[in-house]
């Protein structure tokens, strides 16, 4: 079973911090995606990572597949209230027919 | 466009009571998932269709739990007899491939499902 932990688990910051989430497996993933979840809300996805040592940005938010396509990041420069929420990273398993999400980081940024 | 429409949105049923859970997908998506999130276990895919044929249901936790998609428009998830260790959040989502192509799944708002 191909298993995705984060770290951390939970995370509180005041906003203006800068913050990074990972996620990590013992096994290849052939792309990650990362998704934020607003309370009372399904998750939506925020970017889709293909290829190992890949950085993509998106506004305030950097993402990056680890070279050996086994872990991936999440980094936020100056946090704001907005950016609260659960942040998941996912893979695709099962030969690529379904999708396996990690454990979750919950992030709060309070004024 | 409309998004993935879930109902209801709420339940609150009693344990042993059946309990039948909506689904709408996006139009013209092929993919239908299923999944449960709660506290302790995360997202957990129950099931998923492709073109309304069942797939893969491994993630399905016992027979009490069923799914159907009738149509391209239309699945439902049925839970008969319900149990408090049921309660949770299921989310339905959509896709136009399957996620090994790196597809975006479109999620629902989800219901939030309590068994006394």
């Known amino acids: 079973t191909q298993l995705l932990e984060q770290s951390p688990q939970f995370l509180s910051i005041q906003e203006g911090e800068n913050l990074t989430v990972y996620c990590n497996s013992s096994?290849?993933?052939?792309?990650l995606q990362w998704y934020r979840q607003e309370p009372g809300e399904g998750p939506v996805l925020l970017v889709t990572?293909?290829?190992?040592?890949e950085v993509k940005k998106l506004k305030r938010l950097t993402f990056q597949f680890g070279d050996a396509r086994k872990d991936s990041s999440l980094h936020i420069t100056a946090a704001q209230p907005g950016d609260t929420g659960l942040y998941l990273c996912?893979?695709?398993?099962?030969?690529?027919?379904?999708?396996?999400f990690g454990t979750g980081t919950q992030l709060k940024v309070e004024l | 466009d409309a998004g993935v429409i879930q109902s209801p949105r709420h339940e609150v049923t009693e344990m042993g009571q059946e309990v039948t859970l909506r689904c709408k997908p996006i139009?013209?998506?092929?993919?239908l998932f299923w999944y449960r999130q709660t506290m302790m276990r995360g997202l957990e895919l129950l099931i998923y269709?492709?073109?309304?044929?069942?797939?893969?249901d491994s993630g399905m936790p016992e027979d009490r739990f069923s799914a159907k998609m009738p149509n391209a428009s239309f699945s439902t998830l049925k839970i008969q007899p319900s149990e408090p260790r049921d309660s949770a959040v299921y989310f339905c989502?959509?896709?136009?491939?399957?996620?090994?192509?790196?597809?975006?799944?479109?999620f629902g708002p989800g219901t939030r499902l309590t068994v006394l």
């Open positions: 989502a959509s896709s136009r491939r399957l996620a090994g192509y790196t597809d975006t799944q479109y």
């Open positions: 096994s290849v993933f052939s792309s």
């Open positions: 990572v293909v290829t190992g040592g």
């Open positions: 996912a893979g695709p398993t099962g030969g690529g027919n379904k999708l396996t």
């Open positions: 269709f492709n073109n309304n044929v069942p797939i893969d």
């Open positions: 139009s013209g998506h092929d993919y």
